[in-house]
């Protein structure tokens, strides 16, 4: 079970870092992802990170102002996002996949989801 947090309403220019934990006792072999879907869109990639934090691919609207990480003891992964832009707003998604080795940033690789977290960016 994935339980992602720390959304909220911010204005362009803030940060904000969000969380997802997980439960059960193999999280640190998953490799996890962040996704977003904002209205009327479909759901894209975000961010991931293999199981060891050696690989993290990025979306290209998003390298450089958000750093994904994870804590294998806490069984959780973050995003911490910087530099808001009102075209961030969305709602935010965490995702497990099995084969933590590989990073994958399609949707259908991942094999569990959390139920998301809202980000509202203001202008």
């Known amino acids: 079970q994935l339980q992602a947090s720390g959304g909220g309403l911010v204005q362009a220019g803030d940060s904000l870092r969000l969380s997802c934990a997980a439960s059960?006792?193999?999280?640190?072999?998953?490799?996890m992802g962040w996704f977003r879907q904002a209205p009327g869109k479909e759901r894209e990639f975000v961010a991931a990170?293999?199981?060891?934090?050696?690989?993290?691919p990025y979306a290209d609207s998003v390298r450089g102002r958000f750093t994904i990480s994870r804590d294998n003891v806490k069984n959780t992964v973050y995003l911490q996002m910087t530099r808001l832009k009102p075209e961030d707003t969305a709602v935010y998604h965490c995702?497990?996949?099995?084969?933590?080795?590989?990073?994958?940033?399609?949707?259908?690789?991942?094999?569990?989801w959390g139920q998301g977290t809202q980000v509202t960016v203001s202008s």
């Open positions: 995702a497990a996949s099995r084969r933590g080795e590989v990073v994958f940033t399609t949707e259908f690789r991942y094999d569990y």
């Open positions: 059960g006792r193999t999280f640190s072999t998953y490799g």
């Open positions: 990170i293999t199981r060891g934090g050696r690989s993290t």
